[in-house]
Structures are given as structure tokens and as C-alpha cells.
């Protein structure tokens, strides 16, 4: 009986977590500041369903967000370009829905849900280590699955804005001009310095919006996967135990290697040059997560670490975003020389 009645119950939170999921992105459509902050949780519904109960009931709930994605757009295009035109259209939204929103937020629920007790697995080599029977995959590669989303979505959207493309760097003045105007608006009052014309700074923008949309796809999926765990803890509904985030987040050390090419490969300009700079912005943020967890990590015990940290975000929220370079770095020191084990170690030799 608890079992057919947990198996009964997965039916409808699929059925709620998709709409859900799906009426907090049609939010959007209001272009308001709340509907926007509504709409960056839509993956909210879908994690917890998935972390909750399952990666089936969580599959479940991206194929309802989707479906009725697809059906909400159908029903507002058909008066306008017919049901032929509109079904195209709606399949074609679905579709990218899919790929960009429901299926990465499931993935990434999905992973954080693992569990394993093989110690022949690569990442559960620990496990007996810490005194328990089963691992859990590692925090580091969920954050590099979600890294590598954000970069994945911003390049194929590039790539499919610079195709047909005759010249990049005209199509790129182009862009420039058409969103000066904006600039001119955002500026109000203050002027340009001297030696940067308003023509520098639109390409300058241009150039940056697809790393900041990477690294906001990135932080995004992160932030509701870790509400979305909160959340499935509090209902006691959470399959493993809550990690310590500022010890366990650990990025592999080649991507260390792997920032240092994509900063490089930013000088080539063009479309190769612009996808190597979201490679480099989503890798500096990864790294820069590290790096906090480091500090985080390493001020334990100490006599003012409240002080330190609550300084540390202060400096934060006013400098934004130049203290992510100390942070960014700070995780590259770590991925090189293993400051939290070396803790650990001198730790455990004192006891």
C-alpha cells in the first residue's frame, strides 16, 4: 500500500511541477523586474520533482513543461498565422525550450540525485575514506555540467546569429549602431571618456553580452538546484545527506589548463574569438566559485571569520564584479596546490 501510494502520488507533482515550470517563463512576457526574477526560477519545479522523487517523475514534469509550452504558444500564434504556421512555430519553441530550459534543469537534478556504492567507480574512489557505504556525485562536476550548459546555449546561439554572415565585424558594427541609442539612454547625464568613442563601447557591448548570458545561464541553473535541494531537505524527501558545499566543491585541475587556452584564444577575434571568451567567462566563474568556497574553507576556526566573510560580500556587492578576479584566481591557487587538503592534512597531523 506505501508503495502504490508513493508511485500514485509522482502522476500529479509531474503534472504540477511542469505547468509550474511553464507558467513562471510565460511570466516573462509582463517585461517587468518581478516576472523576470519569477521566470529565473522556472527550473525551480522541475528540480524538486526530480530531487524529490525521482529522475522519471522529474522527466516526467520537463515532457508536461514542454508540452504545454508548446501548446500555450500554438493557441496565441494560431489567430494570427493559422494552425499550420503555428504548429511550426510552437514546435520549433518547444523544441528550443526543451534543449535550453527543461532537459538541462533535469540533467542537472538528476546528477545530484546519484548515488553509488562501487568503489570501482571513479568518483566514489573515496568513499570508504569518509566512513560510509555509498558516495554521491561529486559537487565540482555537477557545477561543470552546469558551466558547460551555459556555454553550450550562448555558442550555438552565436553560432546561429553568424551564420550567413558574410563579415563578422560588419555584422558586428551593425549590431552596434542599432543598440547605440540605448547606450546613449543608459549613459543619461554622464559622458563617455575621452579616447572611447560611443561606436568602441556598443561593440564592447556586443562582445560581451554572450559571456554574460553564459555565466548568467550558469549561476542561474546552480542557484535553483541548490534552493530546489534546500527545499527537498526541509520536506525530508532528499535521497543524501547535505553536502559540505565549501570543502566538497572541487573543479578538476585541467580546466585550470583549459581557462588558460580560452583566454588566449580571446585575441583571435571573430566568432572563434567570441566563443573562446564565453569558454573563458564560464570557466572564471567556476574557478571564482571555488575560490569562495576556498575562502570559506580555510577561515574555519578562525577568531573573526563572521567579520571576514560578512566584509568579504560587502566588498563584494559594491565592487561587483572586480572582486571575482581575487576569487577567480584564488581557485585557480587551489585547483594548482590543493590549499583545503594541505589544511586538512596539517590538520590531522596536530590531532
Not at 3 to 28: E, F
Not at 128 to 135: K, S, T
Not at 306 to 330: I, K, Q, S
Amino acid at each position: 500500500m506505501v508503495k502504490r501510494q508513493a508511485s500514485d502520488i509522482r502522476v500529479p507533482v509531474a503534472l504540477g511541477s511542469g505547468l509550474a515550470a511553464t507558467l513562471l517563463v510565460v511570466s516573462l512576457r509582463q517585461g517587468t523586474w518581478p516576472a523576470l526574477f519569477l521566470a529565473s526560477l522556472s527550473p525551480l519545479p522541475l528540480m524538486i520533482a526530480t530531487l524529490g522523487f525521482g529522475h522519471a517523475t522529474g522527466l516526467g514534469a520537463a515532457a508536461v513543461a514542454v508540452l504545454t509550452f508548446v501548446a500555450l504558444i500554438a493557441a496565441a500564434a494560431a489567430p494570427q498565422n493559422g494552425w499550420a504556421d503555428a504548429l511550426v512555430t510552437a514546435a520549433l519553441g518547444g523544441l528550443i525550450f526543451a534543449a535550453c530550459q527543461a532537459l538541462p534543469s533535469w540533467w542537472l537534478a538528476r546528477l545530484a540525485g546519484l548515488s553509488r556504492s562501487d568503489a570501482a567507480l571513479p568518483w566514489t574512489a573515496r568513499r570508504n575514506d569518509r566512513g560510509r557505504g555509498w558516495d554521491y556525485y561529486p559537487l565540482g562536476l555537477i557545477a561543470c555540467n552546469a558551466a558547460l550548459i551555459g556555454f553550450s546555449i550562448i555558442s550555438v546561439v552565436t553560432l546561429a546569429a553568424s551564420f550567413g554572415q558574410a563579415n563578422f565585424e560588419a555584422s558586428l558594427d551593425r549590431a552596434a549602431t542599432q543598440i547605440a541609442p540605448f547606450i546613449v539612454q543608459a549613459l543619461g547625464p554622464y559622458e563617455l571618456p575621452s579616447g572611447v568613442s560611443l561606436v568602441d563601447l556598443s561593440r564592447l557591448v556586443i562582445r560581451a553580452m554572450p559571456p554574460v548570458a553564459a555565466t548568467t545561464i550558469f549561476c542561474l541553473l546552480l542557484l535553483n538546484l541548490w534552493l530546489a535541494g534546500r527545499i527537498v531537505q526541509i520536506s525530508g524527501r532528499l535521497n543524501r545527506p547535505w553536502p559540505d558545499v565549501a570543502h566538497d566543491l572541487r573543479v578538476p585541475r585541467l580546466l585550470g589548463i583549459a581557462f588558460a587556452v580560452a583566454s588566449a584564444l580571446c585575441l583571435l577575434g571573430g566568432v572563434a574569438g567570441l566563443i573562446a571568451s564565453i569558454a573563458a567567462a564560464v570557466l572564471a566563474i567556476l574557478f571564482a566559485l571555488q575560490g569562495l568556497c576556498v575562502i570559506h574553507d580555510l577561515s574555519r576556526g578562525t577568531k573573526f571569520r563572521n567579520a571576514l566573510l560578512l566584509g568579504l560580500y560587502v566588498t563584494f556587492a559594491l565592487l561587483m564584479p572586480w572582486p571575482l578576479l581575487v576569487f577567480t584566481l584564488v581557485g585557480l591557487i587551489e585547483a594548482g596546490f590543493s590549499l583545503r587538503d594541505r589544511k586538512a592534512a596539517a590538520a590531522a597531523s596536530h590531532n
